[in-house]
Nanobody, 127 residues
């Protein structure tokens, strides 16, 4: 079955960087669109970044634009989220998500678009 496993979270000071990884198994990676979402305590899970099936298109939430970068490596079945200039407001559990699609260059930004989810990795940014 499809499994997504996030890693790379941790505690970092404001202004620092982290790179999250999400290793996928049980799927044909190149046929899936991918995304990162996050959920802070007491808040709804929100969109962070998405990448199209072919890696040619990306989309970001306004709150992370120009600070975060999503990328994927089909050879490693892994999607990444490089997070720079981190702020305390970025503190949350970060989840990766996957959606099978026939669309090569479409990004999906709604939580309901995604079929598979990882267990999440905690990111804590101290001020």
């Amino acid at each position: 079955q499809v499994q997504l496993a996030e890693s790379g979270g941790g505690l970092v000071q404001a202004g620092g960087s982290l790179r999250l990884s999400c290793a996928a198994s049980g799927l044909t990676f190149s046929t899936y669109a991918l995304a990162w979402f996050r959920q802070a305590p007491g808040e709804e899970r929100e969109f962070v970044a998405a990448i199209s099936r072919d890696g040619g298109r990306t989309s970001y939430a306004d709150s992370v634009k120009d600070r975060f970068t999503i990328s994927s490596d089909n050879a490693k079945n892994t999607v990444y989220l490089q997070m720079n200039s981190l702020k305390p407001d970025d503190t949350a559990v970060y989840y990766c998500a996957a959606k099978p699609t026939s669309w090569l260059r479409t990004v999906f930004t709604a939580r309901g678009d995604y079929d598979y989810w990882g267990q999440g990795t905690q990111v804590t940014v101290s001020s």
